[in-house]
């Protein structure tokens, strides 16, 4: 791995330049202020985190380093991984040493492959996928090392970059046995040497031998990595790192954050509510009745799911990115056919709800993510989120290494009570 630590070692070196020109030039510079409403809304829109990894757009979505959604869809998983912690792309060598130490850590050790046997089936997919990954938090050579007082500061982003290829390389494993032995109640799959990390993770699920399925595990991995800082499962795993804890207790606490229906647990709602449509119109509902079932489910208080986020304003470039693989794949697909028709009609009703209150009426990833899995075969929808926790780990993993590289500190921020505001505001 020496040339991808060298690379990252760059990465980290130039971009701790930069903040060196900050703090001297600028240290006690204002960049923003923060309202009322944004402290008791969620901190929403308040600037308040520095993120090396990636940088999300109102507008034009998710950019990692210079690039944009269309310029990196086709790359692997693998490659992703390594703009995110390097800012480069990986050369021809660069990619196949990266790939060697990830196929040569694939093996699950012997204890892990216990505990998965014997975690109780009614788990949720992805509270036993996060036990996992916390199961294996001894493997954590980081924390060996700190215990054993054989690290310095600097050094703590190398043994961070070593935990991460080890846990990224047991993923597709990890999570495979997860699906095919409590999911699908069948032996797991081997570990296939000649197959990249993407197209093993499909190979080890088994459910599809088609190459457009491995291209289509591939895509979801990479749309899914990294959604800038501030989101709640980037941001508690990093909030969690930030004191240290490895990259095995920082990962399991992020998952844990993106299992809420608010946020990763959207795609396998959004495949429920599209099931429920057709349950209840047939496989080919008209725009009326969409219309009017969207409606039911406002007036009932519930959200429609996959619709609206914190940060964007327009249409996901990752539901773009994903719509036209499902044209491209499978166009004749009911489901895609019904995603279609609610993307004609939810964001003009979202338009006008709670008097334009909804800041963005249009679909996120999660709107379609679903629906390709559940046409490639995976029909088991409480698994959806482990796909979408897999391929953010790459992002837990990346932001925990270039913070610890730039020597950030543990992240405290200060909280005050209503009635220190409401003093505040009364000496404003
Ligand atoms: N359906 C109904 N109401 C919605 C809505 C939706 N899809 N999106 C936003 N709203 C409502 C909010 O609930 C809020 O209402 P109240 O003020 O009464 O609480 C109001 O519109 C304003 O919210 P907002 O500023 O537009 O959105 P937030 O930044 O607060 O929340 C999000 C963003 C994603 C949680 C929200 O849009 C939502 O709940 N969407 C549906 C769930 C979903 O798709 N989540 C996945 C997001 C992507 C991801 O993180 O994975």
């Known amino acids: ?253 992020g998952l844990n954050g993106l299992a809420g229906p608010l946020h990763g647990l959207a795609n396998q709602v959004c495949l429920r509510f599209i099931r429920g449509i057709h349950e209840r119109f047939g496989e080919s509902p008209g725009t009326d009745q969409l219309d009017a079932f969207v409606r039911e489910e406002l007036d009932a208080g519930r959200v429609i799911p996959g619709y609206g986020h914190a940060v964007l304003r327009v249409t996901d470039p990752r539901f773009t990115a994903f719509m036209e693989f499902g044209n491209r794949h499978c166009p004749n697909s009911p489901f895609l056919q019904t995603v279609k028709k609610l993307y004609y009609v939810v964001p003009n009703i979202l338009k006008t709800y709670k008097e334009g209150k909804v800041a963005n009426p249009y679909p996120n990833v999660d709107a379609i993510s679903g629906t390709l899995l559940y046409q490639f075969g995976i029909s088991h929808f409480d698994f959806y989120t482990v796909m979408f926790g897999i391929s953010r780990t790459f992002g837990f993993c990346a932001q925990s290494i270039i913070a610890l590289g730039l020597n950030q500190p543990i992240i405290r921020p200060k909280s005050v009570t209503n009635k220190w505001l409401m003093d505040a505001l009364e000496r404003a």
């Open 1 to 253: 791995m020496e040339q991808f630590k060298n690379n990252v070692k760059k990465r980290i070196d130039y971009l701790g330049m930069e903040i060196a020109w900050m703090l001297r030039e600028h240290g006690k510079t204002v960049v923003g202020e923060v309202s009322v409403k944004q402290l008791l809304g969620g901190m929403r829109g308040l600037t308040a985190l520095v993120c090396n990894t990636s940088y999300v757009d109102p507008y034009r979505g998710l950019f990692i380093s210079d690039y944009a959604i269309p310029e990196f869809e086709d790359k692997l998983p693998e490659e992703i991984f390594y703009l995110l912690c390097a800012g480069k792309f990986p050369n021809e060598t660069e990619l196949a040493e990266l790939q060697e130490e990830l196929a040569f850590r694939a093996e699950l050790p012997d204890y892990l492959w216990t505990f998965i046997r014997q975690l109780p089936r009614h788990l949720h997919p992805m509270t036993m996928f996060s036990l996992c990954v916390l199961a294996l938090e001894g493997e954590s050579v980081f924390k060996q090392k700190y215990e054993a007082g054989e690290l310095g500061k600097s050094e703590y982003w190398e043994y961070m970059l070593e935990d991460a290829v080890s846990l990224l390389a047991k993923l597709p494993a990890l999570a495979a046995a997860i699906y095919r032995i409590h999911l699908l109640r069948e032996e797991p799959m081997d570990y296939h040497p000649s197959l990249d990390w993407g197209s093993n993770l499909a190979h080890m699920l088994g459910v599809n031998p088609e190459l457009s399925f491995a291209e289509l595990v591939r895509l979801y991995m990479v749309l899914h990595c990294d959604h800038e800082g501030g989101n709640v499962s980037a941001f508690t795993s990093r909030v969690v790192n930030s004191a240290l804890s490895n990259l095995y207790y920082a990962t399991s606490a």
